[in-house]
């Protein structure tokens, strides 16, 4: 196992947000340049909510953008705590609601089966993805990975589909939405920017705690810090 990141600090979330959106349109842009189509991973969560606002205002080609969720509560868009529904009112606004958006969540049957049609919805992006933001719970979870579900194992397999899914043991951080849709350790790992976004000194506290060595099982962020030391870990307070 590498070196864990080190914690990136700024003065405030907006400052952290305006300099995050600056990396994520360099990103987008040059992938454009290069191959005319760039693909995002963006996370659910209150604390992104003002980076994809100042994102979403960039003078960004968006209708060559795609953009997924990096996982999804097994819910509809017109459900509480749908994070399809948060990004539409944060991020798909204005100009970037011109992008194309590949959601996670649909009306098949099963758990199993919403994740093997996302999957293959996500498999016909452009990747690997040109950007990633994923947050970070106090249970020490990033995206639907949580600690001791059944599916994590399936979840962080090198082998793994780009989509799985997740039945995370009910808590304080689950809720009742225990059943989660979520991209894969593979689909997020080779990203060309991944970013992780904190905010608040418990936040802060946890990220000291599990970017230090233990069991990936108990802490599944663990699995991105070492594959990606190279990842912007931000805070702010």
Known sequence: MGSSPALIEFSSPSATAARLADLMQCAIERAIAAQGLASIALSGGATPS?????????GIDW?????????????????SGSNEAFLRSTFLQGAAGRSR???LWSEAGSLEGAAAEADARVRSLVRPFDAVVLGMGLDGHTASWFPQADGLNAA?????????????KK???TG???ERL???LRAVADARLVILLLAGAEKRAAFEKFSGAGPVEEAPVRAILAVRPDL??????
């Not at 003002?50 to 960039?58: F, G, I, N, P, V």
């Not at 953009?67 to 509560?73: F, N």
């Not at 912007?232 to 307070?237: G, I, L, Q, S, V």
């Open 63 to 79: 209708p060559n953008v795609a953009a997924t969720l990096v996982d999804e509560r097994f819910v509809p868009p017109s459900a």
């Open 182 to 184: 979520t991209l894969s």
């Open 176 to 178: 009742d939405h225990t």
């Open 232 to 237: 912007w870990a931000c805070w702010a307070p």
């Open 101 to 103: 958006f590949v959601g």
């Open 171 to 173: 808590s304080e951080v």
């Open 50 to 58: 003002l980076l994809y606002r100042a994102l979403a205002a960039r």
């Open 156 to 168: 962080l397999a090198a082998d793994a589909p780009l989509v799985v899914p997740v039945r995370a």
